[in-house]
């Protein structure tokens, strides 16, 4: 049971460039976050899909793009990446809404981004 | 804007001893409470979630919560090495979308001496 998956785990990208982030979670969970962390910040919510064919901003959704591919698949994009979005990305999923009790959220193994 | 504070430390406690890690929130509303450990280079993973106030127990970690207070601690006994760790605060709260969603704490940095 591989739980939550991203890919790729390391990239570099030149600032300007445009990448996606992938994210697939085989606990056949309805909701799924793109979470960034950084040093001295914690991790913030990028975006969020409640359920299939949703999503919603998070706390820091600015030059991000996000797809809910399918109930299994979450994937992350930056249209031109900046300096500034160098990150550790996590993605993460829940069976139901962090609201209702007995529901929580599990990470993925990260993401290591570095915009130069 | 919504917040969960959290002392960054190190806390430094010696092997056997009691940590105790405490988290405010700023969020009256919030109803679900966790603790996570991350250790350096990997993924957050859950230790405990708490919804009621008062303390839940499981194994050597208890958890405690006061809504009035706004306030969530977790308490490791018989403290080891392996448990040296970055222990994230997270709170659930409400964007304003279709539900509701965790902010972190940054983090308590532990570490246990042999």
């Known amino acids: ?116 | 804007q919504k917040e969960v504070e959290q002392n960054s430390g190190p806390l430094s406690v010696p092997e056997g001893a009691i940590a105790s890690l405490n988290c405010t929130y700023s969020d009256r509303g919030s109803q679900s409470f966790f603790w996570y450990r991350q250790y350096s280079g990997k993924s957050p993973e859950l230790i405990m979630f708490i919804y009621s106030n008062g303390d839940k127990e499981d194994g050597r970690f208890t958890a405690q919560l006061n809504k009035a207070s706004q306030y969530v601690s977790l308490l490791i006994r018989d403290s080891q090495p392996s448990d040296s760790a970055t222990y994230l605060c997270a709170v659930s709260v409400n964007y304003g979308g279709s539900q509701g969603n965790l902010i972190f704490g940054k983090g308590t940095k532990l570490s246990v001496k042999p």
Request: glycine share 8%; proline share 3%.
């Open chain 1, 1 to 116: 049971n591989a739980g939550v998956t991203q890919t790729p785990k390391f990239q570099v990208l030149k600032t300007g460039q445009s990448m996606t982030l992938q994210c697939a979670q085989d606990m056949n969970h309805n909701s799924m976050y793109w979470y960034r962390q950084d040093p001295g910040m914690g991790l913030r919510l990028i975006y969020y899909s409640a359920s299939e064919g949703t999503t919603d901003k998070g706390e820091v959704p600015n030059g991000y793009n996000v797809s809910r591919l399918n109930k299994r698949e979450f994937s992350l994009r930056l249209e031109s990446a900046a300096p500034s979005q160098t990150s550790v990305y996590f993605c993460a999923s829940s069976e139901f809404s962090v609201w209702d009790y007995g529901n929580t959220i599990y990470f993925g193994e990260g993401s290591w981004l570095t915009v130069v």
